[in-house]
């Protein structure tokens, strides 16, 4: 199995000096193409950080992290909005949709930033949109959208440019138990499709969806399993 | 470039979806834009009156006097003929003299009010003649009884337009002297409407030696005052040449008695008016644009904190520092680009009542609008760096947890 995130004793200190955290305390951490990988730990344990420095919109305060063999722990703003557009696709708990754009201009928008042309976008964004089945709500705005159906434009905006790593922080969290099931499995299609998903959440009935658990707690790493419930639809 | 067209279209739909409060904030662009170019227009329009008839025309002039105060000389028949024989860009120069009297005809007595001048009058501009000649240099030395008519006094006068040959005798006080008209010219507006008025007076020229001569006056001691007359080409050149060759000639050292006059029409004061007028309203334009200008900013900064959480979102899909500041820069520019658009319609549609109401010629000049253009996307990409800075400063992990 190739490497594909490997972070080597990562730390990351928030309010240096008197009134230190260590939200991630020596953190090492090895992930493969292809795995299906569920953080899950109790809030306040550091997984939001962890989420954050995984999708370089953060850097560690020392250690290192080699993302496809690039060491990313030390990278400008730009080289980082860079790699983000390259390398992973964010589902976020709430959506975070442009509330101004359609279902299509927010999909769109990673291959503006690629610097995709407009025919070839259109045809990325419209099939990323069929692909989570929501061919009738192209021109529909966020607000006009059910929660569910929001997060299936957010997903559909993650895997538009086909990023190799889909990183997931609580994105059944906002949804009722119908539109969970249904992310969820529409999460575990991609994994099967090839993708590497990371799910952060704190709940385990999501995590056992997983074929790898993480747990985290206190900033460090407690346990690291291979789910031996998990089971392919 | 794709992607700068994206940017212009999110920031045309950011522009759109804040239809009021975008326009309030174009509101001090809009105005300082249409008041700069209203009083542009508006003062074009003004010269344009003021000078107009006589730029349409090749012809030239400029007006030489003497400062009586400093010097006793006066302008002669033989130091004029100097004058222009050593200024050889300029047609002549003419004194003017004015002859009132009666004046009879074969058909009726009128109210005469005819120029005395040289030769060089001709050259004015307005003496196109339709039947006989011009009063020569030879009329003007021998100070021939001759005299050049309007078609509607030759009207008047003798009943019929050809009156080359006829008789005019012209009293004025207790002289009375015949004029033989040598030439009859072409109507001006000045001519008819002298000729229609309720105290109708004909109009006429003749040499100013003539009258000099019929009403026992020195030619030699008559005039202070010469005007110039040349093609307007070589305005310049005879503006440059003019007082020293009078100086020469007259033999008037130092001093500076001669006075050259070149403006064109409008006296200096009027232009100055305008002038000062001009700059008052550039200034309240200006401080109108600032205001406009810091009202962007100031619209721009709160959109910025508004929209937060989107420019943490755009930043996590990949967005570079440079791409969120063109952005925002973008929306600035463009909504300042409308306010331009905007004020431009409403200062020509200002400048076009104005100049129609008053009778001034309404011309734009091209480069004016693409200027005013270009000043008001300016004022935006200027007062839009301070914002645009700001939010591609922003950090994403703080803008996404922004409400
Ligand atoms: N920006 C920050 N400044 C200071 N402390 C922070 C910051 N972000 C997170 N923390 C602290 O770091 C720890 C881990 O937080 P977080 O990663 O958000 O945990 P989780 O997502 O698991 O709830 C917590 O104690 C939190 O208070
Ligand atoms: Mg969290």
């Known amino acids: 199995m190739k490497k594909l995130v490997v972070i080597k004793d990562v730390s990351k200190i928030y309010n240096p000096g008197e009134n230190e955290v260590r939200a991630l305390n020596h953190v090492s951490l090895t992930i493969g193409e292809r795995e299906f990988v569920a953080i899950i730990g109790q809030s306040g344990s550091g997984k939001s950080t962890l989420m954050n420095m995984l999708g370089c919109l953060d850097t560690p305060t020392s250690g290192k992290y080699y993302l496809h063999g690039q060491d990313v722990s030390h990278m400008t703003d730009d080289e980082q909005s860079d790699i983000r557009n390259k390398e992973i696709g964010f589902i976020f708990q709430g959506f975070n949709l442009i509330q101004s754009l359609t279902a299509l201009e927010n999909v769109e928008l990673p291959l503006i930033y690629r610097g995709v042309g407009k025919k070839e976008r259109d045809r990325l964004a419209n099939a990323a949109l069929n692909s989570v089945g929501l061919e009738k709500r192209k021109t529909h705005k966020p607000n006009e959208m059910s929660g569910g159906q929001q997060q299936r434009v957010a997903i559909a905006r993650a895997i538009a440019q086909a990023p190799p790593i889909l990183l997931a922080d609580e994105p059944t969290g906002n949804l009722d138990s119908a539109s969970s099931k249904e992310i969820m499995k529409i999460i575990k299609r991609l994994y099967s499709e090839g993708r590497t998903v990371i799910i952060i959440t704190h709940d385990p009935g999501i995590a056992q969806q997983a074929k790898r658990i993480i747990t985290i707690s206190d900033g460090m790493i407690k346990s690291d399993i291979i789910n031996p419930d998990y089971k392919e639809d | ?403």
């Open chain 2, 1 to 403: 470039m794709g992607v700068i067209r994206e940017y212009l279209k999110s920031a045309i739909s950011s522009i759109r979806n804040n239809k009021g409060r975008s326009l309030l904030t174009m509101l001090g662009i809009i105005i300082g834009i249409a008041a700069v170019l209203a009083v542009l227009v508006i003062g074009d329009g003004l010269r344009a009156a003021v000078t107009g008839e006589m730029s349409a025309l090749d012809v030239a002039t400029i007006n030489v006097s003497l400062d009586v105060a400093k010097t006793d000389k006066c302008f002669t028949p033989e130091n004029m003929e100097a004058i222009e024989r050593n200024m050889s860009c300029i047609y002549g120069l003419s004194p003017s003299v004015s002859l009132y009297g009666n004046g009879k005809g074969t058909k009726k007595s009128y109210n005469l009010s005819f120029s005395g001048g040289s030769d060089a009058l001709s050259e004015n501009g307005q003496n196109k003649i339709l039947y006989g000649r011009y009063f020569t240099r030879d009329d003007v030395n021998a100070a021939n009884y001759v005299c050049v008519i309007s078609q509607i006094s030759a009207m008047k006068l003798f009943g019929y337009e050809n009156a080359v040959g006829e008789t005019i005798e012209i009293t004025n006080g207790d002289i009375t002297k015949d004029f033989t008209v040598v030439g009859i010219r072409e109507n001006t507006s000045m001519d008819e409407s002298y000729a229609e008025g309720e105290d109708p007076s004909l109009q006429g020229d003749v040499p100013y030696t003539t009258v000099a001569l019929a009403y026992n006056k020195d030619v030699n001691t008559m005039f202070t005052k010469v005007t110039a007359y040349m093609h307007k080409d070589n305005k310049d050149e005879a503006a440059a040449k003019m007082k020293s060759v009078v100086e020469n000639v007259l033999g008037i050292r130092g001093e500076s008695a001669v006075k050259v006059d070149a403006s064109s029409g409008m006296d200096s004061t009027s232009d100055t008016i305008l002038n000062v007028v001009t700059a008052v309203v550039a200034l309240i334009a200006s401080i109108s644009l600032l205001v406009g200008g810091i009202g962007v900013m100031n619209i721009m900064t709160v959109s910025v904190t508004e929209r937060t959480r989107e420019i943490g979102i755009r930043k996590s899909l990949g967005a570079r520092t440079s791409s969120i500041l063109t952005q925002f820069l973008a929306e600035a520019a463009i909504l300042t680009f409308l306010g331009g658009i905007i004020g431009i319609i409403l200062g020509l549609t200002l400048a076009r009542i104005a100049c129609a109401m008053v009778d001034f010629p309404y011309t734009v000049n091209p480069v004016l609008v693409i200027v005013v253009v270009f000043i008001s996307t300016g004022i935006g990409l200027f007062f839009g760096i301070y914002p645009a800075k700001r939010a591609a400063k922003l950090d994403p992990i703080e803008a996404l947890r922004a409400e």
